[in-house]
T-cell receptor, first 115, second 115 residues
Framework: AQSVAQPEDQVNVAEGNPLTVKCTYSVSGNPYLFWYVQYPNRGLQFLLKYITGDNLVKGSYGFEAEFNKSQTSFHLKKPSALVSDSALYFCAVSALSGGYNKLIFGAGTRLAVHP | KAGVTQTPRYLIKTRGQQVTLSCSPISGHRSVSWYQQTPGQGLQFLFEYFSETQRNKGNFPGRFSGRQFSNSRSEMNVSTLELGDSALYLC??????????????FGPGTRLTVL
């Protein structure tokens, strides 16, 4: 069965410092991996996805993610954090069995960027 | 291009009642998926529709049902509401033609409270 783990409930970082939000996955076959962000009382906003090819994926708002097959990880990164980046971040894997368009989400990581 | 819209944004119901939530996808998108988000269970997949057909279903009881219309708009219905059905219900749309690599775009959600 496919699964996603986000080992940190919360990540705290100072504004201007680099940030990393961790994600590991367990899938059979090649994974399709996604990052979404959720602001209070809002739906999920798509940040980026990995399908194939270059292991470094660039996304919206200056975010990027590094796919590492040997470590089964897909960590989200940003070189310089902003206070406005404070939100709930979800990693997800797209199910490769059982049909289309079924995303399996991690539990989420709350990012707090302090001024 | 307008995003995914969901109505209503907030609902308060009592146990035993039924509720219908509506979702209008991005223009041109033919796939609509529904997710339930709760603090305890996180984000869980309910079902996905494509061209008026349910293509995929999560592990929810039969009280949860949905349908899709010819214009791709979708509704989900929950009958005999229980307290545990209180959640944020998110709808997501995608083109539906790229298999598991499709990007899903989420609406703002409907916050359902069951008293």
């Amino acid at each position: 069965a496919q699964s996603v783990a986000q080992p940190e409930d919360q990540v705290n970082v100072a504004e201007g410092n680099p940030l990393t939000v961790k994600c590991t996955y367990s899938v059979s076959g090649n994974p399709y991996l996604f990052w979404y962000v959720q602001y209070p009382n809002r739906g999920l906003q798509f940040l980026l996805k990995y399908i194939t090819g270059d292991n470094l994926v660039k996304g919206s708002y200056g975010f990027e993610a590094e796919f590492n097959k040997s470590q089964t990880s897909f960590h989200l990164k940003k070189p310089s954090a902003l206070v406005s980046d404070s939100a709930l971040y979800f990693c997800a894997v797209s199910a490769l069995s059982g049909g289309y368009n079924k995303l399996i989400f991690g539990a989420g990581t709350r990012l707090a960027v302090h001024p | 291009k307008a995003g995914v819209t969901q109505t209503p944004r907030y609902l308060i119901k009592t146990r035993g009642q039924q509720v219908t939530l509506s979702c209008s996808p991005i223009s041109g998108h033919r796939s609509v998926s529904w997710y339930q988000q709760t603090p305890g269970q996180g984000l869980q997949f309910l079902f996905e529709y494509f061209s008026e057909t349910q293509r995929n279903k999560g592990n929810f009881p039969g009280r949860f049902s949905g349908r899709q219309f010819s214009n791709s708009r979708s509704e989900m219905n929950v009958s005999t509401l229980e307290l545990g059905d209180s959640a944020l219900y998110l709808c997501a749309s995608s083109r539906g033609t790229s298999g598991s690599s499709d990007t899903q775009y989420f609406g703002p959600g409907t916050r359902l409270t069951v008293l």
